[in-house]
């Protein structure tokens, strides 16, 4: 195999793709990786004929054992002597008689016990968002509205206003959810931070513990986005849904560890033959390449000095996840049983709705290992349309991750290097040219005994791949059981999004601090109501 050198290219090529940000040297060092291995590249959004697949995934059957199915979880079993370890390694200060009930060989944790646990390990726990880059492709028009005709016509007041607000935003900092009057609520990000802090006074409360630093906050920007963010954070420290629970707690989530993810170049088509180069041409112009987003999947090697950095601290596992998930939020129960079962990693996914079209799913590989594979990249959609007529529930990826630093931190390189590779051919304005991606989700793939954690849709994936998908779990969404039944959007979309707007109305008030007012619209709770409240709970 031929490694690539920066040397070889174009000085013109190299100048143009600097000045647009692109990191070249990554972008060679993956071209290197492609040619060392199978890879599906797409064409026209199916699998090329030309292509040869190393491994072509199918959908785990029903009930499988692997699967932990945290919508029915009532309590937690484990052999007695493995949990007595756990709780010793862990160096839990709770006590482990008082914490579960003996029953033979065998030690049972209720909810209530595992809540504990998972809050007692908060110190020991960090807090990390995938940002994103701006909301173009979030607010664009064409888009939304292919999701229902009727939905747009019926929201398209909001989602233009909304739109207009978030024209050139990155996406964190754009509403996350419309009230009933028509007015937009906090930010992604403002929402997420009040969630940390709160979780972080739980801490307080529970543990007596006043000093030691919790949930710290990290994240992955891009050149596009990361100034923004950084001017935003700068607003939100003074916040009145932040100011007092910082003073309070002591931490302070705006002060963001992370790094910038840089942008890859453009590969050349398939059509013009392997192996593969820099894209040069765009426009019609020679020496001439174009710069873009180089996927999630970039965080192992991107934030590599953030994990290190964290573990050195005494962090010892990391949750990551989407901005765009409101659900996303911090879990002391699925800690508490990530820790205690040993995992290296936890990934959650719920069962697929009509709003879940773009992102990933659950499949098995021929070698049996588990992974996520992208609709449209890794399976296509007519592949996934015979699985799921056959009987087969499809569970869609939520974007959450919760990783053992232990296991993570010593393999980042071996992760960035072994996440496989999607290059998709595009035909755009700018040309014929490819797009090489990797998916942060696939490590479920590198993982040696990952925990698999189906979770309701409701509340834990409220997601908003589009802004249509924001308005529709948003109280306003409530509008269409009102609309003549000849303009509402189809049957299943409405249930998906009554069920969604259910989800995020408990969500606003159990894990970000809000209270419903008689006319429907949501107020922030006090920080002396919090207090209250989680000192009755314990």
């Known amino acids: 195999m031929k490694t690539r050198h920066i040397q070889e290219l174009s000085p013109a090529l190299v100048q143009d793709l600097r000045a647009k940000g692109a990191d070249i040297e990554r972008t060679l060092a993956l071209l290197d990786l492609v040619d060392a291995k199978s890879i599906a590249y797409l064409a026209s959004g199916s699998a090329s004929k030309a292509t040869a697949v190393s491994q072509t995934p199918s959908i785990p059957s029903a009930g499988d054992p692997r699967v932990f199915d945290r919508t029915k979880l009532t309590v937690l079993k484990l052999p007695l002597k493995a949990a007595r370890e756990a709780f010793r390694a862990l160096e839990l200060p709770l006590d482990f008689g008082e914490s579960s009930i003996i029953e033979g060989e065998d030690a049972v944790f209720s909810q209530q016990a595992l809540t504990l646990v998972g809050i007692h390990l908060y110190p020991r726990l960090a807090y990390g968002v995938l940002n994103g880059g701006s909301a173009t492709t979030y607010i664009d028009e064409k888009k939304n509205r292919e999701l229902d005709g009727n939905a747009f016509r019926l929201f398209e007041n909001e989602f233009r206003e909304t739109a207009r607000v978030s024209k050139a935003a990155p996406k964190g900092v754009t509403p996350a959810f419309v009230g009933m009057d028509g007015n937009s609520g906090p930010s992604f990000l403002l929402l997420k931070m009040r969630s940390i802090l709160l979780r972080a006074l739980e801490y307080r409360i529970v543990s007596g513990d006043a000093k030691t630093p919790v949930l710290p906050f990290f994240q992955m920007t891009s050149g596009a986005t990361d100034s923004a963010l950084a001017e935003a954070y700068a607003r939100y420290r003074n916040d009145p849904l932040l100011s007092a629970l910082i003073q309070r707690t002591g931490i302070d989530p705006t002060d963001a560890a992370g790094a910038v993810q840089p942008m890859l170049a453009a590969l050349s088509p398939l059509s013009e033959g392997l192996p593969r180069n820099l894209f040069d041409k ?23 000095d953030t994990y290190r950095a964290l573990r050195a601290k005494g962090v010892r596992w990391a949750y990551l996840g989407n901005v765009d998930n409101s659900g996303y939020t911090v879990d002391p129960v699925s800690l508490a049983i990530t820790a205690l079962k040993g995992a290296d990693a936890a990934f959650e996914f719920s069962w697929r709705t009509k709003m879940d079209v773009k992102g990933g799913v659950l499949v098995e590989l021929p070698d049996g290992t588990l992974s996520t594979a992208d609709i449209g990249q890794a ?31 010593p393999r980042l390189q071996e992760i960035a290097d072994g996440l496989p590779i999607r290059v998709s051919e595009q035909d755009k304005e700018a040309g014929r040219y490819a797009q090489a991606e990797q998916n942060t989700w696939e490590i479920l793939g590198l993982a040696k005994s990952p925990l698999i954690f189906a979770v309701a849709k409701e509340s834990r994936f409220v997601a908003a791949k589009m802004l249509m998908e924001t308005l529709l779990s948003s109280p306003i969404g409530k509008r269409m059981e009102a609309a003549p039944p000849s303009e509402r959007p189809a049957p299943a979309l409405m249930a998906t999004s009554a069920d969604l707007q259910k989800g995020f109305s408990r969500l606003l008030e159990r894990e970000y601090g809000f209270s419903k007012k008689n006319n429907g619209s949501y107020q922030p709770i006090s920080v002396l109501e919090f207090e209250s409240t989680i000192k009755k709970k314990y």
């Open 379 to 409: 399976i296509s959609k007519e592949a996934l349309a015979v699985e799921e007529a056959g009987g087969k529930p499809i569970l869609f990826n939520c974007a959450t991750g919760l990783f053992d630093l232990d296991f993570l931190v």
């Open 282 to 304: 765009a426009w019609g112009t020679k020496d001439t390449g174009l710069a873009l987003p180089g996927g999630h999947g970039e965080n192992f090697r991107v934030l590599a």
